[in-house]
């Protein structure tokens, strides 16, 4: 099992940025792929980007184009960097590790993300 600690959350204006970290209890080299998924108020879970070992990337529709995931191998440590906020972004952000391809993978506690003027 892998332990992951989001940080980063907070309260921010439209159009405004924020940059969320994910770090993790084992070496990220072992995992095979990383993400960040949200859920808004009343609506399921959705995915927001993932990153695998080898680099390869995914984003949602909505957020293309304004978020970017990446990674630091030494820090084992993924972030997402959210530019352009938009009221509909508001959500809690969790952080997601698979070791195995098919599994469901581990859950970190979640981060709030509230962008309202």
């Known amino acids: 099992q892998v332990r992951l600690v989001e940080s980063g959350g907070g309260l921010v204006q439209p159009g405004e940025s924020l940059r969320l970290s994910c770090a993790a209890s084992?070496?990220?080299?072992?995992?095979?792929?990383m993400g960040w998924y949200r859920r808004a108020p009343g609506k399921s879970r959705e995915l927001v980007a993932t990153?695998?070992?080898?680099?390869?990337?995914n984003y949602a529709d909505s957020v293309k184009g304004r978020f970017t995931i990446s990674r630091d191998n030494a820090k084992n440590t993924i972030y997402l960097q959210m530019n352009s906020l938009k009221p509909e972004d508001t959500a809690v952000y969790y952080c997601?590790?698979?070791?195995?391809?098919?599994?469901?993978?581990?859950w970190g506690q979640g981060t709030q993300v509230t962008v309202s003027s």
């Open positions: 997601n590790a698979r070791i195995l391809p098919l599994s469901e993978g581990d």
């Open positions: 084992t070496t990220i080299l072992s995992i095979y792929a």
């Open positions: 990153i695998t070992r080898g680099g390869n990337t």
